[in-house]
């Protein structure tokens, strides 16, 4: 009951006994009017006794106000509790309440795309990792920009006090010094153990993918992004006979270098994934930006069927001293008798992929690669 509708006392009803009934109406018996009139002596008891049943009623709606406002209380912690998700990630178990969350720091190049797809927000970012014509966030001067992954300025996340920042990848090795950086209830979430396997890494990518969806409450478009993986994958695995050799190069600073099935850059999660076999295979393969420094002679005698090639370079088309992938290959010699090129069975991944190694970037490359091996049965 609120102020407005508690009853005054100058507005309470008459008591009883008092001058609800008028003594001077004929109608009514002379010895019932009698006894309609209380004696005089008996009046202040009885407006005693309507005082106190006034009293009561007041004090039980003060309660019943109370009472209903405990319960907003009890509902509201209801809803705050139904807000709070458990997320589990390289480093433990994080309880996130995800409508409090007002400030997210993005250090994690998988994610950066992801992140921008379901429409989050960012105080504060590894803006310089991001490439240009990638993201809009590579461009947005309201984000605190702590610069690339070798002289990070870490003293920004302070600025930007994130309720949550996601971390991981080239970002990785300051996870610690992150941590020591946040709010006190601030949370850092990192899922790179599995993308750092080449066996695991599509399902590292469809793990950070939907779990980001929880947290951002956007479970649709995270399913989305996973069920495009997933079709892009089945139709490879499809198409794919299982005997035609392939390739792994990868292309830097204009040269042709082998990556291997084990730990090439970018290409290792291919073969891996759909067991393709190796037209050459090194021991001390290496997961760097260069590759392997396999010469394209022993590249070319080993024959492969088809090549999938990561461009390196295309990082940063502008750069004036940067050749394609594609023009590199065209014009190696020693490349041009071998059955891939001479099929025209050569795949590129993305331009972006050596940033982002994202579930859009492995989409599209697995799409492409899909055409590509149905084109040729």
């Not at 009803?13 to 006894?35: F, M």
């Not at 309609?36 to 008996?42: D, G, L």
């Not at 005693?48 to 039980?60: C, F, H, N, Q, R």
């Not at 209380?73 to 178990?93: C, L, Q």
């Amino acid at each position: 009951m609120t102020a407005a509708e508690n009853t005054s006392p100058e507005t309470l009803p008459a008591p009883a006994g008092g001058d609800v009934i008028d003594a001077t109406d004929t109608t009514v018996p002379r010895r019932r009017r009698r006894r309609a009139q209380a004696p005089r002596r008996n009046r202040a008891a009885v407006g005693l006794s309507a005082l106190a049943v006034a009293t009561l009623a007041l004090t039980a709606c003060s309660d019943a106000d109370a009472g209903s406002t405990e319960g907003d209380g009890a509902e509201d912690e209801v809803a705050s509790e139904s807000s709070v998700i458990t997320i589990e990630d390289d480093h433990g178990t994080h309880e996130i309440d995800v409508e409090t969350i007002d400030s997210v720091g993005a250090f994690d190049n998988h994610t950066f795309r992801t992140l921008e797809h379901f429409g989050v927000e960012l105080t504060v970012a590894a803006r310089s990792l991001m490439g240009t014509g990638i993201t809009d966030y590579a461009e947005d001067e309201g984000i605190l920009d702590t610069g690339n992954h070798r002289e990070p300025n870490l003293e920004l996340i302070v600025a930007a006090e994130p309720d949550l920042v996601i971390n991981g990848q080239r970002y990785s090795q300051y996870y610690d010094d992150i941590a020591a950086l946040l709010p006190e209830d601030g949370v850092i979430l990192e899922f790179d153990e599995a993308t750092t396997d080449a066996s695991t890494y599509f399902e590292g990518l469809t793990e950070q993918t939907e779990k980001l969806g929880q947290v951002f409450q956007s479970e649709d478009a995270a399913a989305g992004l996973v069920e495009e993986l997933d079709a892009a994958i089945e139709r490879v695995e499809t198409a794919y006979d299982g005997e035609s050799t392939v390739m792994g190069l990868l292309t830097s600073g204009g040269d042709i270098n082998y990556a291997g099935p084990n730990e090439g850059r970018g290409v290792a999660p291919i073969f891996q994934r759909f067991d393709l076999v190796p037209a050459l295979e090194v021991d001390d393969q290496s997961s760097d930006h260069e590759g392997d420094d396999i010469s394209v002679e022993a590249i070319a005698q080993s024959n492969p069927d088809w090549i999938i090639v990561l461009d390196r370079d295309g990082m940063a088309p502008e750069d004036p001293e940067y050749t394609p992938a594609q023009e590199l290959i065209a014009d190696s010699p020693a490349l041009q008798e071998v059955t891939a090129v001479q099929e025209d069975q050569i795949v590129y991944m993305p331009q972006n992929m050596y940033l982002t190694e994202d579930i859009q970037a492995y989409t599209e490359f697995l799409e492409d690669f899909a055409d590509a091996l149905e084109s040729a049965e």
